[in-house]
């Protein structure tokens, strides 16, 4: 039998495969950043995009939407942090973009592990 966690992977797995390029490779590398940056977060489909939240019946914490832009963003869960300099206290909550690499890999995964601390 197939436990509630592996479900909503393939779920994720299957929403991303769904995409068209160039987004659908370009969402299976974030995914796979955030799982590798915080292996012990739980995919699953929230409010029809993937999301990553601490157990299956926990909210999401950081999602991943593919609209006109490929988007990463944290939900009202997280702790949000003022960003200080010039922002102030704005709160950055979410990070646009349209290619990854070896920065914006670095990037994410200090954003994904910062949402669960």
């Known amino acids: 039998m197939t436990s509630k966690d592996e479900k909503n992977l393939a ?22 950043v955030i799982m590798d940056a915080v292996p012990a977060l739980k995919p699953r489909i929230w409010y029809g995009m993937p999301a990553y939240a601490q157990s299956a019946s926990t909210p999401a914490l950081v999602t991943l939407r593919n609209d006109e832009r490929v988007n990463l963003a944290l939900t009202e869960k997280v702790t949000l942090r003022p960003a200080g300099g010039s ?18 890999e670095k990037r994410i995964a200090e954003i994904v592990r910062s949402a669960v601390s």
Not at 22 to 29: C, I, K
Not at 87 to 104: H, K, N, Q, R, V
């Open 87 to 104: 922002d102030g206290t704005l709160m950055p909550a979410a990070w646009y973009f349209e290619s990854i690499d070896d920065a914006a």
């Open 11 to 32: 779920q994720v797995i299957d929403k991303i495969a769904k995409m068209d390029e160039p987004e659908q490779s370009l969402m299976q590398r974030v995914h796979e």
